[in-house]
């Protein structure tokens, strides 16, 4: 089998931007289609900039030799046909998802994998009619890709398991920290680690325990500390004196009756979520979104590089 | 009312010690008393031992200007009778916190205010009885506090409001994160939020979706890069163009959804237990698990430093 060089990314918003920042970083030639109108100008300057941020934050060597690796295509056919691997990263609706899949398909070369970027719909839904779905798989990025490098690949039920551990491979390859799934489930692992954690922190708003922000204050100067750099596993196998087996033993029971309060009311009430959403408005006006994002992304850029200092 | 100046420690196990660290690195006078033999010059070592570990993090300045601060009592009474301010860390058995705190209560200066460090029990199980029971309430800290700065202070339904105030005040001057409940609920805000997390974590593991490295990898190069210096409300804020209400539109429903399919099943399987543990353990064995704290503490500096760097 062919190493990968050469990976198509087909619908370039900002996780398809991501994803060819990705791979042209860790030395692919990359092909871009986009079907929107004036797609390499606008497109082309998103990338630009994105590189040029990424240098800034000590994140990215040779910007040119970077940009130098993506080129844009005029068609889905010329991106497709000579690549080796292609990340679909169109519009997240199902009819959009299941069109791009087929037109893929049709044209795909008789090695190459595909990943969808999709983090709503499992493959099984807009993959069933391709005659190549045992090399499509979900392949699920965090955005932005080229700042958060957790990865889920997500087989459908035809998928070859050599396909998904290709995928694995070739993420590892490309920097990116990649987590396999043995089958599909709705929100995969990370979004629902996330509405696991969000329910309860709307519970407790809602039942008036703790503003928002002394909510968020915990998580991010308590919880989050550890987990930015150890999984919960590890860090309750670290927090007992013989590991896991050990805490559950000592903690679990008090764990399971916080779960049992919870079984009936789970869920974010609407009012909570108005009054969540007046709390942050407090802190941080509408029109202040944006600036607040860059500021996230600069903190993102300083993490990873904590991160990466220390060797594990 | 006077400024906290004097803090006296009782109870000086891990937890105990951090913070006779958190109040002498913020330049308060500590006074530290353990019941147990040897106390002084035992728990004396292992501080000197962690402020170093701090200094050669790069998180405390003058070693021995911190350690001048700290002076053992030979008696809980000697200990306390001085003092604005008393953390008590007393081994964690509701037995013995109810006598430590009676003590203490019978000996307090009529301005002083108590903290307890319990992570397990409402003040209302060991305050009831108390003559000051208005100035008693829960401290708690995450460990070690002198590298974790999230502190939930959380009254009982005695404590007097100005008292949680004046609490929230001093953990802000020294430098902790403080966050303030309203009231009483088991495993306060941190342990319910990780317990939500946990339980999720351990279902995925139960039903086989991912190994448990794989969800850790999920958390500490997905999820828990944001969390480690924004809360899950700003992430989600950020995350939808108009913010938070924008967010819970568009994807409360597919949240709920995942909520729905646990409501039956949660807790952490025994079955589910044993494998992660033998997961952990092909990963770490049992003697490196002191290493591997090493390593994690490291880690927390390092992220520590990283927050510190960039003004929000």
């Known amino acids: 089998?062919?190493?990968?060089?050469?990976?198509a990314i087909v619908g370039a918003g900002l996780v398809g931007q991501g994803w060819a920042i990705v791979f042209a970083r860790a030395g692919m030639d990359v092909t871009v289609y986009?079907?929107?109108?004036?797609?390499?100008?606008?497109?082309?300057?998103?990338?630009?900039?994105?590189?040029?941020?990424?240098?800034?934050?000590?994140?990215?060597?040779?910007?040119?030799?970077v940009l130098s690796r993506i080129r844009f295509a005029r068609s889905l056919s010329e991106a497709v046909s000579g690549c080796d691997y292609v990340q679909e990263s169109a519009f997240e609706r199902i009819d959009?998802?299941?069109?791009?899949?087929?037109?893929?398909?049709?044209?795909?070369?008789?090695?190459?994998?595909?990943?969808?970027s999709t983090s709503g719909f499992p493959g099984s839904a807009f993959y069933e009619e391709c005659g190549n779905r045992e090399r499509l798989m979900v392949v699920h990025p965090v955005n932005p890709p080229h700042l958060v490098p957790l990865v889920e690949i997500v087989p459908t039920p035809w998928t070859a398991p050599q396909a998904a551990s290709r995928v694995r491979r070739l993420m590892e390859d490309v920097g990116q920290s990649a987590v396999?799934?043995?089958r599909e489930i709705p929100g995969f692992v990370l979004n629902r680690l996330q509405g696991a954690l969000l329910d309860e922190a709307f519970a407790l708003f809602a039942e008036g325990y703790a503003t928002a922000e002394d909510i968020d204050?915990?998580?991010?100067?308590?919880?989050?500390?550890?987990?930015?750099?150890?999984?919960?596993?590890?860090?309750?196998?670290?927090?007992?004196?013989k590991g896991l087996a050990d805490y559950a033993e000592r903690l679990g029971p008090m764990y399971a009756g916080f779960a049992d309060q919870r079984r009936a009311d789970r869920g974010w009430a609407p009012d909570a979520v108005?009054?969540?959403?007046?709390?942050?408005?407090?802190?941080l006006a509408e029109q202040d979104l944006d600036a607040r994002r860059s500021w996230r992304d600069e903190m993102l850029m300083r993490i990873v590089r904590a991160k990466q200092a220390v060797a594990d």
């Open 274 to 283: 108005t009054r969540a959403d007046a709390e942050r408005r407090e802190l």
């Open 217 to 241: 204050r915990t998580v991010r100067d308590g919880l989050g500390l550890r987990w930015s750099f150890m999984g919960p596993f590890e860090t309750i196998d670290l927090n007992a004196p």
């Open 1 to 7: 089998m062919n190493a990968i060089r050469n990976v």
């Open 96 to 116: 959009v998802k299941r069109e791009v899949s087929l037109a893929i398909d049709a044209v795909l070369p008789a090695h190459a994998i595909v990943g969808s």
């Open 180 to 182: 396999s799934l043995s």
């Open 34 to 65: 986009d079907a929107r109108e004036n797609a390499e100008a606008v497109i082309g300057a998103q990338i630009d900039k994105a590189v040029g941020d990424l240098a800034a934050g000590g994140l990215c060597g040779d910007v040119s030799l």
